[in-house]
């Protein structure tokens, strides 16, 4: 039973670095802002595509942390009562639906809509298309940004649910979460955390 908790420990961990995608999301959109024009060239298409190709593998990478966590909840012989009793474990569940919720609207609603003004374009973007997909972007930049805050939120939450820390160690690493979260959706971090 041991190695079977291990395996799955593992397994959810490594699913939570996975999920890590919406940082280099930014990072991706940060950097093509400093090609600037022109819209619908060869790089924008090439790093678009590599943006809405990830969905797919964010919604695997989801279902597989969820299922992993509550193998893990049930292996310990703990019910779904425990995400009631247990704060942390409770509110990583309920952030993981969220940011689900999150990507399912941009796979659903945005991207969709940022590809279809790209077919309507063709070859020749007229200008009046810019401002639209340029809009369309940043709602998409910051739901990424918003989806990197709980992402690394829900990380920390997980050290945290069998130990918690202190109230104020939580509230300044989230602080600390929140700060980092915005250097990423203002720049492309060329040193990493500092």
Same mark, same amino acid.
């Given at each position: 039973?041991?190695?079977?908790?291990?395996?799955?420990?593992? /397994?959810?961990?490594?699913?939570?670095?996975?999920?890590?995608?919406?940082?280099?999301?930014?990072?991706?959109?940060?950097?093509?802002?400093? %090609?600037?024009?022109?819209?619908?060239?060869?790089?924008?298409?090439?790093?678009?595509? /590599?943006?809405?190709?990830?969905?797919?593998?964010?919604?695997?990478?989801?279902?597989?942390?969820?299922?992993?966590?509550?193998?893990?909840?049930?292996?310990?012989?703990?019910?779904?009562?425990?995400?009631?009793?247990?704060?942390?474990?409770?509110?990583?569940?309920? %952030?993981?639906?969220?940011?689900?919720?999150?990507?399912?609207?941009?796979?659903?609603?945005?991207?969709?809509?940022?590809?279809?003004?790209?077919?309507?374009?063709?070859?020749?973007?007229?200008?009046?298309?810019?401002?639209?997909?340029?809009?369309?972007?940043?709602?998409?930049?910051?739901?990424?940004?918003?989806?990197?805050?709980?992402?690394?939120?829900?990380?920390?939450?997980?050290?945290?649910?069998?130990?918690?820390?202190?109230?104020?160690?939580?509230?300044?690493?989230?602080?600390? /979460?929140?700060?980092?979260?915005?250097?990423?959706?203002?720049?492309?971090?060329?040193?990493?955390?500092?």
């Amino acid at each position: 039973m041991d190695t079977l908790l291990s395996i799955l420990k593992v /397994i959810h961990i490594v699913n939570a670095i996975l999920m890590a995608w919406p940082f280099y999301a930014l990072v991706i959109v940060n950097q093509r802002v400093r %090609l600037g024009p022109p819209l619908g060239d060869r790089a924008d298409t090439y790093l678009e595509n /590599i943006i809405k190709n990830r969905t797919i593998p964010c919604f695997v990478f989801q279902a597989t942390a969820l299922v992993s966590g509550l193998a893990l909840m049930f292996l310990r012989g703990q019910g779904l009562g425990t995400l009631l009793t247990n704060p942390a474990l409770g509110l990583k569940f309920l %952030l993981l639906v969220f940011i689900a919720a999150l990507l399912s609207f941009v796979h659903l609603s945005l991207q969709p809509q940022i590809d279809a003004l790209f077919a309507q374009a063709g070859n020749s973007l007229p200008a009046d298309f810019a401002p639209r997909i340029g809009a369309l972007r940043l709602r998409r930049k910051r739901m990424a940004s918003t989806c990197l805050f709980v992402v690394l939120t829900s990380a920390m939450l997980g050290v945290q649910v069998w130990a918690p820390f202190p109230l104020w160690l939580t509230a300044a690493l989230i602080a600390a /979460i929140a700060v980092f979260t915005w250097r990423a959706y203002k720049s492309v971090t060329p040193y990493g955390w500092a």
